[in-house]
């Protein structure tokens, strides 16, 4: 075979259209066994693709074994099993996930440590609210008091934020209340004032109610207040714990001139404190919630801290909002579980949720570190580290001239998966890609291993 042409779609990267089309030709026998492929240069030029986009296709297709490299005679076809080739008859749904092997290693940071869950006590909290009469109904529209009361303890302590346990809202995730928040400051704010880069999850939220946007450009040194005043928003929208995705944490002179500001505006500022529970370093900083609760918006969530799959997080609402919040949603049932919710509030009134939270943390600090350091060894001055004081993921700027997209897709080809931070990012691009690390879910071996193949796949 000499060279081929074909068209592409838009919906998946062209070096995989080129590796899927040669993997049918090769199983439905249209190329033989043995039989010379075009030169990296051939296709690239038929296909008017670059070489890094032929090289990465080839790649993809080596280490799968449809063909082979032999040094400078090219690339050949291998022999193809009778049991892969049956593949080509089944349907489309099945080859699909036939073909998406699951990576060696997930840097995904979406998952929580899965060993030191406290399975046994919350299945037997989880069956002791079984057996209440009250597990037997609806829930309360805005969350159960039980729950709140836990929640309001929690916040003082934990996060220095004052509040009534009526003012605090739960509900099934972030972007579920945000929408929902969306829904009440709409009429009153057209507009608002979003962190770049910063979470793409809350931006849709908001697009939901057709906001627009104005972005305050944050990098690792911090978020850039100064652009405040040029501003028109009178909302705002920061993670000022843990910046998402730089990690940076506002100091305290930032939060305070952002209160003064939200004081002149009269406006918002509404707080995501996602993971604030992760700080590795120092003891975390109290949330902008604590010094003005009446101007600012404060959500968390049990997500990253417990378990994601139990989707529960909650909102804390300044008075003037919560009534008009309380007035609009007073019909609407409640999106979470009832059970998660009094199973939860049982788990914090014992004692255990604080023993969680506190165990959690070393076991993720120790992770990270591992983490860091493995990074360190294999990667030495090639990359540089982002955000390691907190959080359970590490941000890696990668210095080797290669786009996110090849970094993300060699990874892959080496087995492990890897994120992007571009989706993050509205207007503050940054020409070095970062890489986002998740890590919660792994053993240290898994992370050695991930680090290793990182580095055999991009060095
Ligand atoms: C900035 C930020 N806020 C909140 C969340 C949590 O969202 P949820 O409540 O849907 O778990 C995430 C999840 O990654 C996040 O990155």
Redesign the pocket.
């Known amino acids: 075979m000499k060279t081929t042409i074909f068209t592409f779609h838009d919906h998946s990267p062209k070096y995989k259209q080129i590796y899927e089309r040669f993997k049918s030709f090769i199983e439905q026998g249209d190329i033989l066994a043995n039989e010379k492929l075009p030169s990296i240069r051939q296709l690239g030029d038929s296909l008017q693709v670059s070489r890094n986009t032929a090289l990465m296709a080839y790649e993809q297709l080596v280490a799968e074994g449809y063909i082979r490299g032999e040094g400078r005679k090219g690339y050949f076809v291998n022999e193809v099993e009778p049991l892969l080739s049956q593949e080509a008859f089944l349907s489309p749904h099945n080859k699909q996930t036939e073909s998406q092997k699951p990576p060696v290693v997930h840097f995904r ?2 998952a929580v440590d899965q060993t030191h869950f406290p399975l046994k006590m919350w299945r037997r909290m989880a069956n002791q609210v079984l057996t209440l009469p009250d597990s037997f109904r609806y829930g309360e529209p805005f969350g159960e008091a039980c729950l709140r009361e836990q929640i309001s303890t929690y916040l003082f302590q934990s996060r220095g934020v004052k509040t009534d346990a009526n003012a605090i809202i739960i509900g099934s ?5 945000l929408v929902y928040l969306g829904h009440i400051l709409k009429d009153e704010f057209q507009s608002m004032i979003v962190e770049d880069p910063g ?1 793409n ?2 931006r849709e939220a908001f697009q939901f109610h057709h906001f627009r946007f104005e972005t305050l450009p944050v990098d690792e040194t911090g978020v850039d207040l100064s652009q405040l005043e040029q501003m028109k928003s009178r909302l705002i929208y920061v ?1 000022p714990s843990h910046q ?2 730089i990690g940076v944490s506002m100091s305290i002179q930032q939060r305070q001139m952002l209160i003064h500001w939200v004081n002149k505006m009269r406006g918002y500022i509404i707080e ?1 404190d ?2 604030s529970e992760f700080r590795y370093t120092q003891k975390p900083f109290p949330a902008l919630a604590s010094i003005d609760s009446a101007r600012v918006i404060y ?1 968390g ?1 049990f ?2 801290s417990f378990l ?1 799959g139990i ?1 529960l ?1 909650y909102m804390v609402l300044p008075e003037a909002i919560l009534h008009r919040y309380q007035t609009q949603f007073a019909h609407f049932e409640s999106s979470t579980s009832l059970l998660s919710q009094l199973t939860m509030a049982t788990f914090m009134e014992s004692g255990e949720w604080n023993r969680h939270v506190k165990r959690m943390r070393l076991v993720y600090k120790r992770k990270m570190l591992h983490l860091v350091s493995e990074c360190k060894k294999q990667f030495g001055h090639t990359i540089s580290m982002i955000g390691e004081q907190s959080g359970l993921y590490l941000l890696i700027k990668v210095h080797l001239n290669h786009s996110e997209e090849w970094l993300i897709q060699r990874a892959s080809s080496y087995g492990v998966k890897v994120y992007p931070t571009s989706p993050y990012f509205i207007n503050n691009k940054t020409d070095t890609p970062i890489i986002k690390l998740g890590f919660s879910h792994l053993s240290c071996e898994e992370i050695e291993l991930g680090v290793r193949l990182l580095k055999e796949a991009w060095l």
């Open positions: 940071a979406d995730s972030t972007q579920q209340m979470y999850g809350a993670t998402s995705p995501d996602y993971d959500v969530n997500s990253k994601p989707r997080s």
